[in-house]
C-alpha cells in the first residue's frame, strides 16, 4: 500500500495528529523507509485509513501508542517483519 511513497502531505491536520501520539513527521517518515508493517483502520469519513507498525532512529514502534489488545495481537507479525 505504501511502498514506493515519495513523499508526504504535511498539512496543520496531518502534523496535528500525530503529535497527539507523541510523533514527529520525520519519524513516520523514517518508519516508512525501514521494513514495517501495514494493516487496515477503520475508514474515517469515507476515507480509508492504514496503521503503520515499524521504527524510527528514535525508536518508535507505531504512530500511536499500541494498547494492550493491539500488542497482543500484532506483536508476534511486528517482531517476523522487523
Known sequence: MLDGVTGF?????????VARHGVHPVEV?????????????????????WKLF???????????TMNERERRIYAPEIDKTL
Request: hydrophobic share 35%.
Open 54 to 64: 515499524g521504527r524510527s532512529a528514535a525508536g518508535p514502534v507505531t504512530a500511536h
Open 9 to 17: 502531505d504535511w498539512d496543520v491536520h496531518n502534523v496535528g495528529h
Open 29 to 49: 517518515e523514517e518508519a516508512v523507509e525501514q521494513a514495517h508493517l501495514i494493516i487496515p483502520a477503520k475508514d474515517m469519513r469515507g476515507e480509508k485509513r
